[in-house]
């Protein structure tokens, strides 16, 4: 199997010949299904500014959208069709969307940021839009009538008097609308249709299932690991034992007896086996001797040891603080004054699946078949690594498992890319579970102080957060200098990325408050397995965890209700956002709570003396404009020291909900990854080597502590009565940023302690309950 | 060495130690089965043979012959879906989907010994069977509506 290039596409449709001739049903067909036919190349970008590269129709009144966005499960696909179908006024289950590969689809930038709707969701409803007014006014010239005496429903478009109809496809099927749009970039694209109000979308807030299921259930989906092409050859890697090692020589001796065996390749420290088959690469890669000769010192303290190394190491680089009032004044003032650290260890992305791409260099060519979220990336990437014009590239993103920012599938793509160019055969390179647990790229860890102060009557007079991540030389999307792959092979950045610390975010009124971050680096900035990448939010969570549980200590020691401190500190301040976050903060606070059935009363709850203790902890946050309002009831064993978080209440606001079903499914998946992190969840390592490694070695949540219950609200109230339009606004990483506290508050409402450190793991909780 | 795999006999030549993920996948070209950890860990690679869930990426080849394998290929019936895969659309419980394959099978064994499990059974029964979407809470549910289906 093969893709053919949009450009072949359009040559075997007809589309490339200007304006009139009929498309061949057949070569959409063969495009949609991945033909049999592969496209020669090379593949140049898709003009953004060409309506014909955005949506084609066909002469059965179906129309088929192409969008540079890429769907790691959230059912962005599904989405991008209810509103471009609601657009272009078609019917929702007469179309259907292909995403991310870039010789087809324009460079959206592939999936990052929860942006999907928030951003790129724009650019798709105005070339739906454009491409509804040019249809229109073909049927109002074909009719000689004007405009404004045409309807148009399900891509039927009719007369007022109802005496005339005539369909999108017969008005355009299989032909190019040769029209030109304009914007100073992609996501700025536009026609001249205004775009609809969201009164008049039909398929906006309903939830047609998902168009990617069915395939994934009955075994008819075709992933990224599933490509294979004519000549295809496998390839696993040689990992250093040591961290920061070096290749002294391989001994081609010790695999001279595996079968099948093509070729041991090694540049630097990078080395690989490829084989014929499978099993064959498994067995190479393993029995390959190679001579490595140690660091010369300790790539990175042992993980146990992280949060001191981490405190006393001095900072690669400060961050700017956002300073409001004079904190060390308010500080030295105050009736009383708390200080507490927390600490959030580096947690991996630890996909599913293992990193894998194929990657085929046939006709002079390179196509990559990945998963990676951000195919145009790739695309750039491996062109500028392999010294070769980008035109020659392109990436076909397929499915594959859960990809949460920077993952492996990057360090993969190039992988197979320069093996793939190294031997002139098509090459899958697929990673093992010790390589994507151990050396995928890990979510920076923070270790946080937090200072703040009451006045005598228990109002937050100060906060103070300081933060230190160690988050230096923090990896890039797709970069040709720091994949895993440049890496080993010697090359290093002019430059090393100085990282950063993000702050927390809320809308918290408080007179004095200071926020600063300073950034750490590990003693081996290159070749390493602690490589920081963006993981969902990316560092949300880190920092959320600090303020959120420590907000919670200072309502402790206001001796107030948890959430109405909350609702007081937000009402405090009277200023709000263009978006309007602030009235949003207290309407998700206030539905979390209804929906709880939350009693106001402080923390502890008075201490029981069973062996379950059962408590209750809030956390909220922002990302960008969405607002998350997180309450979970849990149980504690004092026995056995386990945690189970029984119930979830998420009030979450994202703006105009396009699916509220598939919103529901990837927040609560959002909000058990969040647990799974506050729970079971940190790449461990001793001085010399990662020690996360497996499923045994790196616990994930798992359906032992499924919640008896999740209760999703999608509170989305615009409390601004001059905007009927609600936007919408992204929606899945704003949901991992407050549970991690939310956790740690019941953990202390349940038992009277409070952790600070993560992950809460029954040693630490029975340590915990001792001290 | 000879396979029979959802009804059909297949044969392969292949070294006999070979993990029965690979011959299903590389040979066979089927894509239910997927490689998640290659150690008895995940789930990923589940088939069901004899009536039990088993790990394909730690079972050698050679000590699957003559044997009914079944894949999630072979899980529909007559062009029906099973009544796992049915309450899997119905309560659109994958998100990315990689690990459903391993979900639905370990579910389809769990019903077929315990036609009516309770939660803490479900649990139980399906913990060993990871998934990183963390779409738990929804098989959960799906699990009960198949369940519910086959009564
Ligand atoms: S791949 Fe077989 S159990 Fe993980
Ligand atoms: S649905 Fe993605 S790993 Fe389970």
């Known amino acids: 199997m093969s893709a053919p290039s949009r450009r072949a596409?359009?040559?075997?449709?007809?589309?490339?010949?200007?304006?009139?001739?009929?498309?061949?049903?057949?070569?959409?067909?063969?495009f949609l299904q991945r033909g049999a036919t592969p496209a020669a190349g090379p593949y140049p970008d898709v003009d953004h500014l060409q309506l014909d590269s955005w949506i084609v129709i066909r002469p059965d009144n179906t129309a088929t959208f192409f969008v540079g966005k890429t769907d790691l499960g959230q059912g962005t696909g599904t989405a991008f069709r209810q509103i471009m179908a609601d657009e272009l006024d078609i019917a929702f289950d007469k179309t259907t969307c292909v995403m991310g590969s870039t010789d087809v689809t324009v460079d959206q930038g592939g999936?990052?940021?929860s942006d999907a709707l928030q951003t790129d969701g724009y650019p798709m409803r105005r070339v739906a839009a454009e491409a509804r007014r040019v249809l229109l006014d073909m049927a109002a010239a074909q009719f000689g009538v004007p405009v404004t005496a045409l309807t148009v429903s399900d891509g039927i478009v009719t007369t007022s008097d109802g005496a005339r109809r005539v369909t999108y496809g017969e008005l355009i099927g299989g032909k190019k609308f040769n029209v030109t749009l304009t914007g100073r970039n992609i996501d700025s694209t536009t026609g001249r249709a205004p775009l609809k109000s969201v009164q008049a979308m039909k398929n906006v807030g309903k939830s047609p299932q998902r168009d990617d299921i069915p395939a994934k259930v009955n075994g008819t989906q075709r992933w990224a690991v599933d490509m294979k092409v004519p000549g295809m050859l496998h390839a696993r890697n040689v990992r250093?034992?040591?961290?920061?090692?070096t290749l002294k020589s391989i001994d081609d001796t010790?695999?001279?007896?595996?079968?099948?065996?093509?070729?041991?390749?090694?540049?630097?420290?990078?080395?690989a086996v490829v084989c014929e088959r499978e099993e064959q690469a498994i067995r190479a890669a393993r029995q390959l001797r190679c001579e490595w000769t140690p660091p010369a010192s300790r790539p990175f303290p042992a993980s146990d040891d992280l949060f001191t190394y981490m405190r006393s190491t001095s900072p690669s680089s400060v961050g700017e603080p956002v300073v409001e009032g004079d904190v060390s004044a308010a500080l030295a003032g105050a009736a009383t004054v708390l200080e507490a650290r927390y600490d959030v260890p580096f947690q991996g992305h630890t996909s599913f699946g293992p990193a894998h791409a194929l990657a085929d260099p046939s006709n002079g060519q390179l196509t990559i078949y990945s998963n990676d979220m951000k195919s145009y990336g790739m695309r750039t990437g491996v062109a500028q690594f392999l010294g070769i014009p980008k035109e020659k590239v392109r990436v076909v993103w397929m499915q594959g498992p859960q990809a949460y920012g920077r993952t492996a599938a990057e360090d993969a793509g190039f992988e197979a890319a320069f093996l793939a160019h190294e031997l002139g055969r098509p090459v899958r390179m697929q990673w093992t579970r010790q390589e994507e647990s151990g050396w995928d790229t890990k979510g920076p860890a923070y270790a946080v102080t937090m200072r703040g102060a009451l006045d005598g009557r228990g109002q937050v007079i100060a906060l103070d957060f300081d933060a230190r991540a160690a988050d230096f030389n923090h990896v890039g999307y797709n970069e040709a200098d720091t994949v895993l792959i440049a890496q080993l092979m010697g090359q290093r950045k002019a430059q090393p990325a100085r990282g950063r610390a993000s702050?927390?975010?809320?809308k918290y009124g408080i007179p004095n408050r200071r926020m600063a971050g300073s950034v750490v680096p590990m003693p081996l900035a290159w070749e390493t397995p602690v490589r920081m990448g963006n993981l969902r939010d990316p560092d949300g969570p880190q920092a959320t965890f600090a303020s959120e549980s420590f907000i919670d200590e200072l309502a402790v020691a206001a001796k107030a209700d948890p959430v109405a401190f909350r609702l007081a500190l937000i009402e405090r301040s009277t200023a709000d956002d263009s978006g309007f976050k602030r009235a949003r903060s207290i309407a998700c606070l206030k539905a979390a709570a209804e929906k709880f059935g939350w009693d106001p009363r402080p923390a502890p709850k008075a201490r029981g003396t069973g062996e379950i203790a059962v408590g209750r902890g809030v956390a909220y946050a922002f990302r960008s404009q969405t607002v998350a309002a997180e309450i979970v009831e849990v149980e504690v064993n004092r026995r056995t020291g386990r945690i189970w978080v029984k119930r979830i209440v998420c009030a979450h606001d994202?703006?105009?909900?396009?699916?509220?079903e598939a919103?529901?499914?990837?927040?609560?998946?959002?909000?058990?990854?969040?647990?799974?992190?506050?729970?079971?969840?940190?790449?461990?390592?001793?001085?010399?080597?990662?020690?996360?490694?497996d499923w045994v070695s790196s616990p994930t949540l798992t359906h032992a502590d499924v919640p008896e219950r999740i209760d999703i609200i999608q509170v989305n109230g615009d409390p601004n009565p001059a905007r009927p339009d609600l936007p919408h606004y992204g929606a899945g990483e704003t949901v991992c940023k407050p549970m991690l506290a939310a956790v740690a508050n019941a953990v202390f409402d349940a038992t009277g302690v409070r952790m600070r450190r993560l992950p809460l793991t029954t040693t630490r909780v029975l340590e915990s309950l001792r001290a | 060495m000879t396979l029979l795999v959802n009804g059909q006999r297949h044969t392969v030549d292949v070294e006999p130690t070979t993990p029965l993920l690979y011959v299903l996948r590389n040979d066979l070209d089927l894509s239910g089965p997927r490689f998640g950890c290659g150690l008895g860990q995940c789930g990923a690679c589940t088939v069901i043979i004899r009536g039990e869930a088993v790990r394909s990426c730690v079972r050698p080849v050679s000590q699957s012959q003559n044997v009914e394998i079944t894949t999630l290929e072979g899980l529909a019936t007559n062009g029906q879906l099973h009544a796992v895969q049915q309450a899997w659309i119905d309560e659109q419980v994958p998100a990315c989907g990689f690990c459903q394959n391993g979900q639905m099978l370990t579910a389809k064994v769990l019903l077929d010994k315990n036609p009516n499990p309770t939660d803490a059974q479900i649990r139980e029964g399906m913990k060993g069977t990871l998934c990183r979407c963390f779409s738990y809470y929804r098989i959960n549910a799906a699990v009960k509506r198949a369940a519910q289906r086959r009564a």
């Open chain 1, 9 to 30: 596409f359009l040559k075997t449709s007809g589309l490339m010949v200007a304006s009139v001739a009929a498309v061949s049903v057949t070569g959409v067909e063969a």
């Open chain 1, 111 to 113: 999936s990052g940021g």
């Open chain 1, 240 to 245: 250093p034992p040591l961290v920061g090692a």
């Open chain 1, 254 to 271: 010790s695999v001279k007896d595996v079968p099948g065996l093509v070729k041991i390749v090694s540049r630097g420290n990078y080395v």
């Open chain 1, 503 to 506: 702050y927390p975010s809320d």
């Open chain 1, 654 to 660: 994202c703006g105009l909900v396009i699916n509220p």
């Open chain 1, 663 to 693: 919103l529901t499914r990837t927040l609560e998946g959002g909000l058990l990854h969040s647990v799974s992190r506050a729970l079971y969840e940190e790449a461990r390592f001793d001085g010399t080597k990662m020690l996360s490694v």
